[in-house]
């Protein structure tokens, strides 16, 4: 296996950590934008309000975006297997 190669498979592995994983930070950093709104205008101080809301925005973006989300780490795993098999064999 190359270093060429080596670097390829890194780089698709970063871009599709950063793909699948981008539209759940979005969701965090909107839920936690209109919370903190909420909190300044209500002028609640607590620290840990903007908690419960995020993981569960987090969890109905998992339940939204998983499919989609899975298929493309199952795609890269998949091809990293086949890359894997072509130099081992």
């Known amino acids: 296996m190359s270093e060429e190669m080596v670097v390829s498979i890194a780089e698709k592995g970063i871009y599709i950590t950063l793909i699948t994983v981008g539209p759940l930070l979005?969701?965090?950093?909107?839920?936690?934008?209109?919370?903190?709104?909420?909190q300044a205008t209500t002028q609640i101080q607590e620290q840990t309000l903007a908690f419960v809301p995020k993981i569960v925005a987090v969890l109905v973006g998992i339940?939204?975006?998983?499919?989609?989300?899975?298929?493309?780490i199952l795609s890269y795993a998949s091809d990293i297997f086949s890359n894997l098999t072509r130099f081992i064999g």
């Open 26 to 38: 979005i969701i965090a950093l909107l839920v936690g934008l209109i919370v903190s709104i909420f």
């Open 63 to 72: 339940v939204f975006f998983g499919p989609w989300m899975l298929s493309h």
